[in-house]
């Protein structure tokens, strides 16, 4: 008996006859017969799907239940169950306490004797990153909406992902149990707000608290999902009421395949009888080509419709050998793109991609997709980014946050490697003579900052670790040390991002943090000229202090207002130029700290015209001291102003939202310099005061329902509006004792 054959005894693959009973009690006995013949198994029984999703939509769910119905475990839980164990790709304990999916997870299992690596992704924009690599190596994905909800912000982010990688899709409406669900109107937003050529596979049979099925409208058939756990599966007629429908909506089928699908097409067009299989053969052609998005319909949490979901993964979706997928060979004048030979022997040498890190317990945890030939336990790869070779001391499999050890790997498997240093995004080949690279992933940039304080200084060790560990899993958190407001920053991609680091912190690594909104780096500058004349003198027994300075100090052009700069102009020996030195340290360290908010001093040039000097009393130090009264004087008779940093802003939301946005940005303080159209998407660009920013993400993502995303970096700094200025002056005067207690009170 082949080991196929064998594995089919323990499991039923045909979803239409499904019986619990038939399926594997012990994920130990999956594995065993998994290892029989998974590794060895044929290109085209290997899929490699992404499950996506706006927040909420059902894809833990779902993944839980694939999981359950293919035999991959024994028992469902919920994402925010009553049993306390949360979802199994869950695993973080942050994840099961809040119920949302923080990071993306791993699994394999087998249906219909293909097998299939799931990756289940966060539905939050703020973990974008978990979505963008996972991607990246995956060959198709199941676009899971929610049939209440529609197509919504994160959907949108999703589907912009997959444009940009070129990933065939499935959508899948769920939550056809849910009041107020329309399975018609979230069909219409995929053809209007995603612009994808979309049409139902299926129809649901009921909706809210009457759906009992899911209509068949390829194969003609109703069918319902019985037993405890839906895992049996009756055939029947489609209800008497739904025919006329169902004939309609199969018509409305074959015409949206006839013209994406030559091959239909012409069938079509010579009116030639079309059979089931020319169906599914234009489907999984045009699905594959990113011109049809077929859709199934159906209900995670109540066990419906999940087995046929499974089903159209395996017909519709490309297999690793089916995807083009290429490296870059640099040579002397150009970048050549190299086609990589996913066949599933050793005949090809091994090239890789690392697309995520992880520190696990037993060191630095490495994701990888191999996408030609083979490598083995033991078995040397090199880096080509650094040129390092490495060693594979142990290879696995995920399945969560458990692993499975392996011999080795083929072409399309996505697996994970220990104890190898390096970068998410980088390219591992078998021998130094292959000098390519796969193009590296997507990472957008921060949008939030905010200031990270320890709330204990002896956890400054622990606060490292946990710092250096996660900013190297993460891409898009970075930290960072403000040395002009002397605190820490850390950015990520909103508020919920940094807020979830902050308490992985405390729990991982016993480091407490309190978040907080970080300074602006403001400016102090001139106006106008001041000239200068300052006498330091002082003697209190043998050698004194003397020295004389005399110059002018005057403002830099607006396009050089942060630089500061000295100019000696002195002609003779009135000034010793070996006190220079001293003048230039007196002037740069007076600069670190301004006069009216305590900022530092930019956009300034101190000339040094002349000065007097003393044979014995005069030094170094004695210009430096010199200097710095001299810039006290400049302080207190010149005319000074405020500089705050100018941030270019680019905001992209639906057409629908362009006026609410400008409204928001000009409330700001910005200045509107150009918007343009795409597709239904308007982007915003304008000039914002970086003070102004703070909080900005949150309206955004709130008024347009968390369609709208926006880039900022800095461009200049510009005088900042009086009350503005006189905010910031006030509020030093206050921290630093600086007015009289009666008019503190009365401001």
């Known amino acids: 008996m082949s080991a196929i054959t064998a594995l089919r005894c323990h499991i039923n693959l045909n979803p239409l006859l499904s019986h619990r009973s038939h399926v594997l009690k012990n994920n130990s006995q999956f594995l065993s017969s998994y290892k029989k013949y998974a590794e060895h198994k044929p290109l085209d029984k290997i899929r490699n799907i992404g499950i996506s999703a706006h927040i909420d939509s059902g894809k833990t769910t779902l993944t839980e239940r694939i999981l359950f119905y293919t035999g991959r475990i024994t028992k469902m839980h919920e994402v925010k169950g009553k049993d306390n164990v949360g979802a199994t790709m869950d695993s973080m304990e942050l994840e099961r306490q809040r119920g949302i999916t923080i990071q993306s997870a791993a699994t394999y299992t087998l249906w219909k004797d293909h097998n299939i690596n799931i990756i289940d992704t ?8 978990e979505v963008e690599r996972a991607l990246r190596v995956l060959d198709g994905a199941v676009l899971v909406l929610c049939a209440v909800g529609g197509v919504q912000s994160q959907t949108m982010t999703v589907d912009r992902q997959m444009k940009r990688y070129n990933v065939p899709c499935i959508a899948f409406i769920n939550k056809l149990d849910r009041l107020g669900a329309n399975h018609k109107r979230t069909l219409e937003q995929l053809k209007t707000r995603l612009r994808h050529n979309a049409e139902f596979l299926q129809l649901p049979i009921g909706l809210e608290s009457k ?35 169902a004939e309609e909506r199969r018509q409305m089928l074959i015409e949206q395949l006839s013209n994406v699908d030559d091959k239909l097409g012409e069938m079509y067009l010579n009116e030639a009888q079309i059979l089931e299989k020319d169906i599914t053969d234009a489907i999984r052609r045009s699905c594959m080509k990113r011109t049809f998005t077929p859709v199934l319909v159906g209900t995670a949490l109540k066990n419906r419709g999940v087995q046929p979901l499974l089903d159209a993964v395996v017909d519709y979706l490309p297999n690793p050998g089916e995807v083009n997928n290429y490296a870059l060979q640099e040579n002397e004048k150009e970048t050549v793109k190299v086609l990589l030979n996913s066949e599933r022997s050793d005949k090809h040498p091994f090239i890789g991609l690392a697309f995520k890190l992880e520190a696990g317990r037993f060191g630095q945890l490495t994701y990888f997709r191999c996408y030609q030939g083979t490598i083995s336990k033991g078995d040397n790869m090199i880096n080509t980014r650094t040129r390092k070779r490495v060693r594979v001391q142990r ?33 591992f080949v078998a021998n130094a003579d292959l000098k390519l690279s796969m193009e590296s992933i997507y990472v957008p940039e921060p949008v939030v900052s905010m200031s990270i304080k320890l709330n204990n200084t002896k956890d400054r060790d622990n606060f490292s670790k946990g710092i250096a560990r996660f900013t190297k899993e993460d891409p898009t958190l970075k930290y960072t040390y403000d040395a002009d407001n002397k605190e820490s920053l850390i950015c990520g991609m909103g508020e919920l991002h940094l807020e979830i680091y902050s308490q992985r912190l405390e729990r991982e690594f016993n480091c407490s943090v309190t978040l907080g909104k970080p300074k602006v780096s403001f400016r102090e500058t001139l106006r106008e000229p001041i000239k200068y004349d300052y006498l330091h003198k002082k003697q209190t027994g043998g050698a004194g202090q003397y020295a004389r300075v005399i110059g002018i100090l005057e403002p830099l052009p607006p396009e050089k207002n942060t630089e500061i700069i000295f ?26 700290k301004g006069y009216l908010s305590g900022h530092k001093v930019a956009g300034v040039k101190l000339r040094l015209l002349d000065g007097m000097n003393h044979c ?22 010149g005319s000074w102003q405020i500089l705050e940093p100018i941030m270019f802003v680019e905001v992209i939301v639906p057409t629908e939202y362009q006026g609410m946005v400008v409204a928001q ?46 880039t900022m970096e800095y461009t200049r700094y510009t005088p900042c509006l009086p009350e503005v200025e006189e905010q910031l002056i006030r509020e030093y005067q206050v921290a630093n004792n600086l007015i009289p207690d009666a008019q503190q009170k009365k401001n």
């Not at 966060?122 to 990153?129: A, L, N």
């Not at 430096?624 to 810039?631: E, P, S, V, W």
Request: net charge negative.
């Open 567 to 592: 100019s000696d102009e002195t002609i003779g020996t009135n000034v010793p130029k070996q006190f220079i030195p001293g003048v230039e340290k007196g002037f740069k360290a007076v600069c670190e």
């Open 395 to 427: 290879l696995v499999r995920l399945h969560a946050n458990q692993m499975e050890d392996v011999g080795e790997v083929y072409a399309g498997d996505i697996f994970a490697v220990f104890g190898i240093d390096c970068a998410s995004g980088d390219t």
């Open 211 to 245: 759906n009992e099925g899911v209509v068949d409208l390829i194969y003609k058939k109703a069918l319902y999902f019985e037993g405890k756990f839906g895992e049996m599966i009756r055939e029947d007629e489609i209800p008497t009421d739904m025919r006329s429908e």
């Open 616 to 637: 014995v009393d005069s030094s170094e130090l004695a210009f430096y001291l010199a200097i710095q009264g001299a810039m006290r004087q400049c302080f207190e008779f």
């Open 665 to 710: 940005l000009t409330r700001r303080h910005g200045i509107i310099c150009e918007t343009d159209f795409n597709e239904g998407w308007s982007i915003i660009k304008a000039e914002v005061p970086l003070n102004d920013m703070f909080g900005y993400i949150g309206e955004l993502r709130s008024s347009t329902q968390g369609k709208g995303e926006f």
């Open 122 to 129: 966060p539905g939050h924009v703020d973990f974008t990153v």
